[in-house]
């Protein structure tokens, strides 16, 4: 590919892992150029005082979001902090396509929005348009879309098993539980007393318990698959491990349902998918064999309680469940082959 | 306390991970003294071997289990793997009290036995005189017996929030699904690939989905507690730390209950226990928070599924999951105060 | 002991790794009561909400440093931060012994203070009277002193197999190599980036080379000890755990001495001491041997290179780097039995 | 590049980690393909069931070695334990070409060789042909051989640094000392006590002090480089992580050098290398900046000791210290692009 033809790339937000996370995978993409990145705290300073792993990169410096050349891209990537990101995505140049990260467009109704982040939506004109992107659930409004709300690391690993089986009828809608536990880098790379080391290693606790704000996320993929509206049990934990989200998800069969009907549901509705595999009845994934890839693996086991099963998925939270999502978007909205730049082996051990 | 005073107690599998932490507790008290150690693999040498940080203190050599001088020792502990302990407890000699660390004896039913673990019982007999002795749980049994069957990790942590629930009627007893989480010493100390750091640091998994031997075990105890027989979810999940349980129980209200009945209810049932704290409505425990310790902490918290709430209950694993809670029954059966050896804080971080 | 026997002890700076690990200590000590209790940004609220697993121990509230009744303590332990403390020492009343745990009084040179810490001494007077206290190269002094200087957690490490080899003239004191590692509590609980779960897991780097001020907290030890200005090589690197410190130091033998000679050394340097053990010859340490003790181990083993050898220590850096050997110290401070809560084995795994 | 032009690769002893990361990093090589993969444990199994991560890529069977179709291969990486490669190797088709990964044939002395691993080696014609593949310092050699040895991982983070260091006359060549920390999968992933994670979690240790087995191949290549033998301190230690290896050298500059001097003769010996970086003078690498890469990271320090260095590089050992090296090498014998399939960016965090 000629120089004319490489989608000129920017990133907003370059200096949180997400945002090293792009560049990571960028590096691969042979159709790709990153002109613009921009980093508040490191303004002038290369990525590389940043991201010390990526200093061998040819990347232009880092500037201010005041001073980024945003016409000059085809394509941003948003990785600003949620609740910064309306006002800058609002002013971006319409020409420009947008994969925003932030949870900032993920809620079609800004009511929701509201009432779960504190304040009014900045944008409620733009967000009528954002699409929320799990790409294998929304891939045809994605190709069409300028601007994709990227799904939440959580929701992407709940959704994928569950939208087919809520779709289907195959489930009880009403009792739908998900126990999720998720590495050290959803915290994103703010330095938090939470976050310590000391804090995290040897240990694992529950936090925002029935309060999360990945909760309306999953409700609003569920209520379009059922009809009518859902509401879930969500129960994050935080555990010792840098990257991987496992969710565990305990589902009441409806009437005449097995779980190798969900097991097949699930198979059927990702056939071909490249980077969703299901696992044979009865077999569970771990997280570690999707570490640093973009896949999501599946697997179901009927429960001892009767008529329930229980699904379990695992995503990278920084590449399927972010990063990665972001890039196989960015490839569908730009017309690139999907896997592009994504199909590097899980990472283990 | 003179040593004519002191309670003379063997271990049986003294070169295991439980049987570490018994003497590290054992080191600590005042009127017991560690008269017989076994470790078929290391006999004739002296623990330090097998635990370079115990090496300083002045203990047995290690000794095969068939030259133990059992009838030297008022109260053994037995820490052998699964399946070996029936025959070995059944030949002791009448005198010597027994605390049993295996699964040997915890299930009543010697079908249910044969059923999970694939053989018959070796001592359907003995059976029959077993205690399982959650202390909290089973004080005065405890204090009678002769032979008390330590209960498993999972099912102490399990067990001591649901029982009161289920006891006082106030949750749906057939909808209850533990998810549970474990450090990697629960598995022991054998040299399994599946145990190595490699295969665990970085990563979660299920495992013995819906086939966990601890669940018949647990569904014992509700059974009891409900006056009719019970079945449960259970689902453990391995991670990476050493120490520690955090079971996370989502429960079904009965009509006319509240999240803060629960918390209420399992707060008034261990009133006064030393081990066991109920924190206010709404707020989690962590298992760094009872590290090295022999408390359980319970947390309670309303679900945003109507009608629901979520338990988390957090342990030591080799404590109050396994050898904390032998010397705690060691304690109650030998009538010493029922603390003793038991009281030093958790170690955080 | 009746309570007027009792003494009464103060922690300024209660809401850090070493005042919470002070508290665990002191939980076990039958001969001292916890009378005040410092934290200013948790001030006016119980140490529980700043250590949930402490919350059950029946403590004092937190109080700004302004408002802590100092004249009803004994002794205080001053857990501040470096360069805060010097001022709040000075200003306590004359009759209350203090072991200060900052670097604040550890140089005896005022100037070398200076150099090392961009700022005059600001108790120059003070300074002359503190004694450094590892206690088993200073127990007279350290009995008589009013204000220790509790020894950094590498210097610890450091000097306690070295200071004999120097003293004893069996290596050459101006070829010492010592690399150290170490968990991450030594960086105490500040929100740092550097700290975060994410940047420290699965990985290692050095840091301070050249330049960490234990350097000539190290030096001034072995100048002691040489009677002549000493310089060391220092190299600190920062690992994924959070508790320990392994050093090795790499020395070349004067002429005549063997590896060997030099475990003897020490290990006669400590005959009888019950904090520190020597390994036979060609045995090393583990930090996990020592984890949550306050032990030191050491070992040495005689060097490929000819003439050289390797002398390896072990401590756990909040116990015998820090909040165990403060304890230690204000024991014998006290005429009280030097061991007395420090007996807790080390807990592995 | 059509199939006819395609490199036929075959691996014996694909089912441990060396095995599954040629196959993560051969996924992404366009020009060649695994034809055969040989594991005695799971012989007639897909490598599926070994490491799932690799599931879903399209691979052959595995075969017991004596059934291995070692004709159809153009080149074979042997990843079997050392000690049993010689023979095998011996046994193989002379025009395929051969990376051996075991240490079998790294030492050029086969009398170095039996005192180090306790048995004549067993061809030791063979070993005479055999080229020492540490690519930046024998490219020209690698590329005419057909038996590469590829070298262990500790010596490649040694010598990348030294041998220059050494050759160029800058250092001491008799008083080099090596501190060198590895994570775990430098084991491999056979079942042993010493790999499980409660033993190496939370902790570091010393081991095969003065006696490891990669001494001599470091002195191997350092005598090289001097033009007379060498010895070295060479001092591994275990740490908790799965990949990374950082080596801390301690060097005496000769008269007249700098540590500057030891910089900028690294740096100019490693000029337009892809996989090798060399910091600014002052600087150091951490394992972390280069994990799941085939980079090398290399920083100089001046050291307090008056005429001394520290000199730490950083590797992945699963990569550039074991299976990146071992695909480069192979790029190098087969004629193709060096870097290869070895273009991916470290994964941070």
């Known amino acids: ?66 001073d980024a050349k945003v016409d000059e ?65 929304a891939r045809e409004a994605v190709a069409k879309a300028r601007l994709v709300a990227n799904p939440g690391c959580y929701p992407t690993a709940a959704q994928l098993p569950l939208v087919p089986l809520v779709e289907a009828g195959l489930i009880d809608s009403d009792d739908i539980i998900i126990d999720a536990k998720s590495g050290v880098s959803g915290a994103g ?43 879930v049990n969500f129960t994050p934990h935080l555990m010792p491990m840098s990257r991987g989200i496992l969710s565990t998800a305990y589902v009441k069969l409806e009437k005449g349902a097995s779980a190798a009907d969900l097991r097949d549901a699930i198979a059927k509705r990702y056939e071909g998918e490249p980077f969703v595999r299901v696992l044979p009845l009865g077999q569970v994934p771990a997280t570690r064999h999707v570490r640093g890839s973009n896949h999501t ?25 972010a990063s990665g999502q972001a890039v196989q978007n960015m490839n569908v909205m730009a017309g690139l082959p999907e896997t592009t730049a994504l199909m590097q082996p899980p990472m283990f051990p």
């Open 73 to 137: 891209c085809d394509l941003i990537f948003c990785a600003l902090p949620h609740g910064t990101t309306q006002e800058v995505i609002a002013g971006l140049p319409k020409q420009v396509k947008v994969v925003d990260l932030s949870a900032d467009f993920r809620l079609h109704n800004v009511d929701t929005y509201a009432e779960w982040y504190g304040h009014a939506h900045q944008a409620p004109e733009l967000q009528k348009e954002a699409v929320y992107g799990i790409t294998e659930l």
């Open 189 to 231: 790379r703010a330095a938090k007393e939470g976050s310590l080391f000391t804090e995290v290693a040897e240990g694992i606790h529950a936090y925002g318990v029935a309060s999360h704000r990945h909760a309306p996320e999953i409700e609003q993929g569920l209520t379009a698959a059922a009809g009518r509206e859902i509401r």
């Open 297 to 321: 693996l599946i697997g179901v086991v009927a429960d001892r309680l009767k008529g329930r099963a229980i699904v379990i998925s695992v995503i990278d939270n920084l590449v399927k469940g």
């Open 1 to 66: 590919m000629t120089a004319s033809n490489e989608l000129r790339v920017g990133i907003l937000g370059a200096s949180g892992y997400t945002g090293a996370e792009l560049i990571r995978l960028l590096a691969q993409h042979p159709s790709t150029r990153v002109t613009m990145l921009t980093g508040d705290r490191a303004a002038g300073k290369p990525l590389g005082d940043v991201f010390p792993h990526l200093a061998y990169l040819d990347l232009p410096i880092l500037t201010k979001i005041e």
